[in-house]
Each structure stands twice: as C-alpha cells, then as structure tokens.
DNA sequence: CTGTTAGCGCGTTCAA
DNA sequence: TTGAACGCGCTAACAG
C-alpha cells in the first residue's frame, strides 16, 4: 500500500538511484540499456516520482499556478460574468492534463495588479496568466520576474511568451457563414471598439471578407438590450447579422424573432465565443469557438518548456473554429 | 530573495524549531507566550511554511483533491452541461480559499467509476466529492478508504461525512415566493420524479406550504422546451408558476411572453439554481440559490479536520436563500 | 509544555 | 556514463 521509492526501483532496474533520477530529469545523459532497464523496473512496480520531495530538493515550490488577471478598474469586461465561467473551467482542465504529467502541480490564484503578483513570487515556480488582455497588465507579468506565459487575447504583444487566439481570423469568419448563407449586406453589430482592441480585430477580420460599403456597423453596447436595440435599427436593411459575441447576437435574435422574422432561416445571425446559451435561447445562433483550452493547453506546455531550461519566448497563435448549430 | 525556513523563525523568536511547527499544526500544545512569540517572528520575516516538505516528510502527498463525480450511465444528468460549468467554478475557488490556509494543496480530478477512484489513492490525502447524489457513488467513496467529505444533494445520506443542500426547504422557498406575490393556485413543473430524489424533495417542499389540492403538478421532462410545453397546459389556470430548475422556468418564461402575459407582473415565475441566465433572457426569473461556495468550504473545513485526527463522521446541511431579482 | 533527533524522497555535486 | 553522499524543510517520536 506504501507508494514505490526511487531507490526501490534502483534496485529493481540493478543501477543507482541517482541513476533512476537521470532518467526522469535528464534521459539523454543515461545509456540506453540503463534507461530501458529502469522504465522497465519502473513500469513493473508502478513508480510515481514523488512531486513534493522533488519540488523540496530543487529548492522551489514545484508549483505552477494559472492565475485569472483581474480588471477591477475597467467597467467593461465580459469575465466578470457568472456565465463567462463554463470558459476557465475548460482552461483549467486542459492545463491541468498538462502538468499532471509533470513533475509540478497546478495551483490557482488570481491577481488584478503588481503587489498581488509579486505576492506570489514564493509560491510559485510559474504563472500561466489568464486572460491578459491590456499592454500594461503584460507589461507587469513580465517585470514580476516571474516565468510566465499569457493567454488569449495576445496575438499583438510581440517579443512576450504568450499563446492567443486569432480574433481577425475570427471575424473572417463570422462573415464567411453570412457569405456561405448567401448575405450580401450584412450588419456588424459591436461597440466600444475604442476600448477593447479584440472587438476591433474581430470586425476587421470581418471587412476583409465584406467591403466596408456594404456592412452597416451598428451598436451603442454590449450586451442583449444592446443588441437589441442595434438589431431593431437594421432589421429592415440588412439581410443577414453578426455581432461582436453570443449575448449581443442573442439581443439581435429576439429583435428579429418579434419582427416575426425566423433566425437563421429568413436572416442568417452570427455571434462569437460559442458561448453555451442553446439551451436558454429560444433560437439558434451561429458562433465562433476560440478553442480555450486548446489555447491554454499550449501556454502550459510552452512554460514547462521554459522551467525545464529553454530560453527565449515562446509565441502561438491557435486559430478559432466555425460553430453552425 | 530566498524563502525564510523555520529554522530562522526559531532563532528570532527563541525557541526551538519543533516548537515553530507545532504553532502550525498544533497550536494549543504551546503555551500561550511562545506561541505569540512565534507568529509575531513569523509575521516579521515573512515565514511561510513550505508544503513540500511538510507533505513529504508527513509521507502524504499533501494534497486534497476536489473530485467531480461523472454519472457516464445516467441519462439524465444536468452537471455536464456547460452552463453548470459556472457552478463548478464558484465551489472551486471557494474550496480554494480554505485549503490555502492549512499545510495542504488543492488538485482536482474526475471519477465514474470505483476503479478511476482507487487510482486516486496514491495521490491524495483527501477528497471531497462534487455532487455526489447517488447512494451507490456514496457507498463507492466511502469503501474506497480515502478520507473524504461529499457534497451537495446528499442530505439523505446518514452516516455519511457530508456537506449538503436541504432541497425540501428549497421548495419550500420557492412556494413562499409565489405566496408573498399573492398566489393561490399555482402549478409546478417538475419531471424524473422517481429518478432524481432532489426533485422529489423540492415538490414535497413546495407542498408543505401549497395543500397538494390546490397545485398543478405538470411536465414531461426538463429543460426549457419541455417546461414551454409544461406551461401551455396550465396557462389559464394557474396564477403563479415555479419549476424545478431555472431552465425549465425559462421555457415556461417564453410560453407566457408569448400569450402576452407578462413574466413577474402578471404571473410569478420562479425556478431553482440560481444560474447566471439573466443576461440572456428577455425577462426575470425568481430563483433559489443552493449556496454552492458555502457548502463546500464547509466540506473542505470538515475534511481538513478530519486529516488532523478528528475522527467520527460530520454532517451538516447549508440552507438555500431566495433570489427575487 | 518544550527541545533533540532522525529521516521522508529526491536532485545534484563530486569522484571514479 | 555512473554511483556515493549530502541536505532541502519539515513532522513525529521520544526524552525531559
């Protein structure tokens, strides 16, 4: 019932334990039979380093930590809502798959400025930072001094190890369903593009599919009143609809439904984040999946990349799917 | 830069180093003037006990485990929506947040299955299992030998170590709802009765406060188009509606809206969960809020004070609250 | 109530 | 390329 200990299978593979060590830390430094012999040894007796004497012997916490970036000064911000959860769970659990199968434990923690970053200097050997979204919040992660990468709106910080989404591909998109549905003036519904440079993106990615003469960009907000309200003012003119995310489509979708128009059918309707309201909505909605946890899945590989030695940045971009139903 | 050992804390504060752990392990076995001579060193330079090495020389893993109980047979199921992702995320953090503050670390995992618990034994201290509603999961986890504490729909449970939610007073609840709106006759919609023991409890609940006569019980299933079929039966019978869950409530939302009849004013509406639905729906919904965060750092404190040798199970039950906006 | 002491399993020198 | 030996910071057993 007592866990297997390196020395035992030390003995077993018939080498040191140091030797046992080498294999797990640095395999290239051990002959192949050697090596062999002790996975086999290993396998057989069912041996789990021990994650808590490693991290004690290196002198570090043997911890990585996903740290959600909190922005408590801005007054727009979509993570905030209880509904924006069902994403950090997918993000968590596919960094958690990641480094399970290392020698560090994932932790969570949360931050919204340098003194509670720099708080977990002593806890941490890593930080894969959630949802960095703003140059100075990616400004500060890397002055902690502590090794990171960020995700996911962070395709423009050139020359900081990060892994994002697309979200100018994302907004191609969105208008290749309005152009596959067989729209040719559609409306983009969106707002503080000022403000938040990702729904800026998303509606270029857009106008580079549509001449910018042919949208009709709407909008006064966010949100589904928003929507809405933006929907009722084009309802007439344009022939198919995409919006900047689902709760705003989702606005657009009642607009229409008590026109007594039929979403989708008579007026095709995009949104974006593939956000898990089909079963709420009365109506379907097309939408965009920026793959979170394939996003985070390669911020947490990148950093135990980084851990394990490696210098220099790492920089990914993962590309945003189509979700018609 | 480098972390402070207890061992320098034991200097300042004059005592030995044995009695520095024991401030943290066992703190009313020193006496009351060393013990503040320790914290007061402590808080001067900084000390935080490393965990590792408390883990390894305990020969634990030092780690709790939240284990989220998969129901793979059942069919119906509501956790593996991605909606409930939210609630998921709330016990997270809650759970989170006491166990940052003891001498353990938090890891999650997922399990169907005994075999996929048994696994979990090398790797954990502890567990507390998520939504744990089954008397057959119950048995399962406590056979397993690992000290646990589950939660939440598990107050019928004796005997068990546990954390649960009181669903009869949920319903309850929701029937003081629409009698403080003046209701005198409302319907209920519910479904898989036998199947789900909480949605049994929270009819009966309801039925303590309405006498069975005087309420339309109705449904053929859940979910929001089950619960607009549901509605349009007792739309002109019933002065009040509450359902089972929020999204059930939702579809008799829309049935209403759609015969002109005004959710709230004309017609109270209340459902169960407290899902973040708000945003996304074109009117209110009165719901009952489970306490999920409350509930499990209840299980967590009663885990970690079963881990310092408390022995003998602990039970207790967080009451649910009202949720009229 | 308090101090002394012996390892927990592992990573990393240092020699060979 | 390999092995011997040390000690990371802490808990628990024991002695006082």
């Not at 030797?19 to 012999?37: E, H, I, L, M, Q």
Request: aromatic letters at 8%; glycine letters at 8%; hydrophobic letters at 40%.
């Amino acid at each position: 019932m007592k866990p297997v200990s390196r020395d035992e299978v030390a003995e077993a593979a018939g080498v040191s334990s140091a030797t046992v060590s080498r294999v797990y830390n640095n395999p290239s430094s051990v002959s192949r039979n050697k090596r062999t012999a002790v996975l086999k040894a290993a396998e057989k007796l069912g041996y789990v380093p021990n994650k808590s004497a490693s991290a004690l012997r290196r002198n570090g916490t043997g911890i990585i930590t996903l740290v959600e970036m909190k922005k408590k000064h801005r007054t727009y911000y979509w993570g905030d809502l209880p509904i924006f959860k069902w994403f950090y769970t997918d993000v968590l659990h596919a960094v958690k798959h990641v480094i399970d199968n290392s020698m560090y434990q994932l932790n969570i923690a949360s931050a919204s400025n340098s003194r509670e970053l720099e708080a977990l200097k002593g806890h941490t050997d890593g930080i894969i930072c959630y949802d960095a979204d703003e140059i100075s919040e990616v400004e500060m992660i890397a002055a902690s001094g502590i090794p990171y990468v960020i995700g996911h709106h962070t395709k423009a910080f050139e020359g900081f190890s990060r892994s994002s989404t697309d979200n100018f591909e994302g907004g191609r998109l969105q208008a290749i369903l309005l152009k596959d549905a067989g729209c040719s003036k559609p409306a983009y519904i969106t707002a503080h593009l000022d403000m938040v440079q990702p729904h800026l993106d998303r509606l270029e990615g857009f106008l580079s599919v549509y001449p910018e003469q042919n949208v009709r960009i709407v909008g006064d907000g966010i949100g589904r009143t928003a929507g809405y309200r933006a929907a009722r003012k084009i309802i007439s003119s344009a022939d198919g609809i995409a919006a900047v995310n689902d709760i705003t489509a989702a606005g657009a979708g009642y607009a229409l439904s008590e026109a007594g128009i039929r979403v989708q059918h008579d007026i095709p309707l995009v949104g974006y984040d593939n956000m898990p309201l089909s079963i709420a909505l009365p109506f379907k909605l097309m939408s965009i999946d920026l793959q979170p946890a394939e996003i985070y899945k390669q911020a947490a590989v990148s950093l135990l990349l980084r851990l394990s030695g490696d210098t220099g940045v790492t920089e990914s971009v993962i590309l945003p799917g189509i979700v018609k139903s």
